[in-house]
């Protein structure tokens, strides 16, 4: 089954002939694989994308005696696919506002090929990344930190609005799962101090024992009380975190779930969590920003050196170097009500010591989107992502 469908409307009083061969003409054009399903709806809502083609006017009263079923088998909005031959436009005009009338959700998909073929595209990239995030369970490791006192979340929205489901975990288990593996001290990291060799055994020990609870739990993710780590273990779970979203697990830091399901959303729709790191400085004039955080996926980087842990002088951290080009800031409240999403330049890597190891200073392509981070910002938090996602990531947050 491909991931796109195509379902028709079509007037009786129109030729027959005649729109078929419209159809096949104008099809060919989107150069976009598809299954044409003609005007049996009877699996429509079950795949990535499910177009409606207008093909001729006076389907309207089509439309709405099919719409009780299309509404029984899919909660996803309608796209109808319009020539504008045949007033195709007009009758998809008047049934859009019907579903407007009738509170749904909606949209007429009409332009050019290349505009179409790109929409369409953009549609079943969102649909696809929905599908991803269905069902998946993701693990809160102890509870936020007490700092993070404005993300809050709600675990039936996250449910309702992506599939999502949060499930607690006591921190209790990470030392538990550690305990049970063996003391090793050979690792393949090199250590650039002494310090750093005598803590990197204690490190993989920490990405053994997560590696273990997601396992037990069969979590796609988590975000743990990192923290917690500092006193229990005299460690750091920074590398822990760069390996596991490297694996395609996402590991947040703090424990803050508003992030984690940021970078859930964009792992579905990129297959990279992304860069959980807060701003270190803002220039709200050019739009310049320092984001700094201690760690950073391995597979987002081109190459990484370890140090000590910031805040606390112990521990393994990351100091990792992404290429430089677009990126994409992300963040979405917990519980799904805001969002924000800026593209910009990764203008250069810095190696500072009095910030978080890692450190990107990004410039923003829109320099006045600075002022959401000093005016109305969502938490501390943000998600950096290589590469331009802002209208897919805006597709899903719709």
């Known amino acids: 089954m491909k991931d796109i469908a195509i379902y028709t409307l079509t007037s009786e009083l129109h ?3 005649a729109v078929g061969n419209m159809t096949n003409d104008f099809l060919a054009s989107l150069h976009t694989e598809y299954d044409l399903k003609g005007d049996n709806y009877a ?6 994308l499910d177009l409606i083609f207008v093909r001729t006017g006076g389907t309207e009263g089509i439309f709405r005696r099919l719409l009780p079923q299309l509404q029984a088998q899919s909660h996803k909005p309608f796209y109808l696919l319009t020539s504008g031959k045949s007033n195709s436009l007009a009758a998809s005009m008047e049934i859009l506002s019907y579903l407007r009338q009738n509170n749904l959700k909606g949209e007429i998909i009409h332009g050019s ?17 929905m599908q991803q995030l269905d069902g998946s369970l993701l693990g809160i490791v102890g509870k936020p930190s007490d700092w993070l006192i404005s993300s809050s979340f709600d675990r039936e929205v996250v449910r309702r609005q992506l599939g999502i489901h949060l499930k607690d975990i ?10 049970s593996i063996p003391t090793n001290d050979k690792t393949e990291e090199a250590a650039p101090t002494e310090a750093i060799a005598k803590a990197l055994p204690g490190a993989i020990r920490i990405y053994e024992g997560l ?3 997601v396992a037990r739990h069969q979590l796609q993710g988590f975000t743990i009380r990192c923290f917690d780590l500092l006193t229990a273990l005299r460690n750091t779970g920074c590398i822990a975190l760069a390996k596991l979203n490297a694996e395609g697990i996402v590991a947040g830091c703090e424990g803050d779930v508003p992030a984690m399901l940021s970078m859930k959303i964009a792992q579905a729709l990129t297959g990279f969590s992304g860069f959980q790191a807060n701003p270190a400085s803002i220039n709200p004039e050019t739009g310049e920003i320092t984001f700094a955080h201690c760690t950073i996926p391995l597979n987002m980087v081109e190459r990484y050196e370890l140090d000590t842990h910031f805040e606390s002088g112990i521990g393994v951290g990351i100091r990792g170097f992404m290429k430089e080009g677009p990126v994409t800031i992300f963040k979405v409240s917990g519980d799904l009500s805001r969002s924000f999403v800026a593209e910009g330049e990764l203008v250069r890597n810095m ?6 190891r890692t450190q990107q200073v990004i410039q923003l392509d829109e320099p ?6 000093l005016t109305d910002p969502i938490g501390n938090h943000h998600i950096i992502l290589p590469g331009r996602w802002r209208e897919a990531l805006e597709e899903i947050l719709k």
Do not use: V
């Open 15 to 17: 030729d027959a002939e």
């Open 43 to 48: 699996d429509y809502g079950s795949h990535m």
């Open 113 to 129: 090929a290349e505009y179409i073929q790109r929409r369409i595209n953009l549609l079943a990239n969102a649909g696809r990344a």
């Open 170 to 179: 006591d921190m209790q288990e990470l030392p538990d799962a550690i305990s």
């Open 211 to 213: 590696k273990q609870i």
């Open 351 to 356: 190696a500072k010591p009095d910030l978080c």
């Open 368 to 373: 006045e989107k600075a002022a959401y981070f």
